[in-house]
T-cell receptor, first 113, second 114 residues
């Protein structure tokens, strides 16, 4: 069945460091891919998405490119801030047409001043 | 309201008891989803409503779990004979039309079964 695998955390970085969080997926068909973020004490929020191969999603300085050949959707940011500290989830729409999401296990990012 | 609202935010119950968790979606959203998130894991799909009907309930773990959405708006997730393994955060999300439209999540109900 469809699945998402993320790199394990926690990831600890200094402010202004470069961030990569790896995400690979297994899916039938052509899923849409997402990154969601959960800030402390808040609900899940959509960070960015890509709906077809080679699409790049971007938001708030974060980027991810839909790579069908490597079944990957790695999240990157050139210079992280303390306020980026959160849990990041990679997700895809399942092979059904319902829009239900299949999530990875999440990666905790801690950015230190 | 402006966002998806879930009540209660926390619920502690004894093993074997019945619980109901409520979700108020964004007004006008026809699609509603329930997910369960265990500690250290990503959310897992439970059930999807399109309007009043459960279009996909393939994620419900067993027949102790049931959900309704009688008027196509508010939904209630019902758990009978709770077990300690049911302890988790239960998340609700809604979207305008389902596939292809952004899902907005509530802050969840943290259920603890003691």
């Amino acid at each position: 069945g469809d699945s998402v695998t993320q790199m394990e955390g926690p990831v600890t970085l200094s402010e202004e460091a470069f961030l990569t969080i790896n995400c690979t997926y297994t899916a039938t068909g052509y899923p849409s891919l997402f990154w969601y973020v959960q800030y402390p004490g808040e609900g899940l929020q959509l960070l960015l998405k890509a709906t077809k191969a080679d699409d790049k999603g971007s938001n708030k300085g974060f980027e991810a490119t839909y790579r069908k050949e490597t079944t990957s959707f790695h999240l990157e940011k050139g210079s992280v801030q303390v306020s980026d500290s959160a849990v990041y989830f990679c997700a895809l729409t399942g092979s059904s047409n319902t829009g239900k999401l299949i999530f990875g296990q999440g990666t905790t990012l801690q950015v230190k001043p | 309201g402006a966002g998806v609202s879930q009540t209660p935010s926390n619920k502690v119950t004894e093993k074997g008891k019945y619980v109901e968790l409520r979700c108020d979606p964004i007004s006008g959203h026809t699609a509603l989803y329930w997910y369960r998130q265990s500690l250290g894991q990503g959310p897992e799909f439970l059930i999807y409503f399109q309007g009043t009907g459960a279009a996909d309930d393939s994620g419900l773990p067993n027949d102790r779990f049931f959900a309704v959405r009688p008027e196509g708006s508010v939904s209630t997730l019902k758990i009978q004979r709770t077990e300690r393994g049911d302890s988790a955060v239960y998340l609700c999300a809604s979207s305008l039309e389902g596939l292809g439209t952004e899902a907005f999540f509530g802050q969840g109900t943290r259920l603890t079964v003691v």
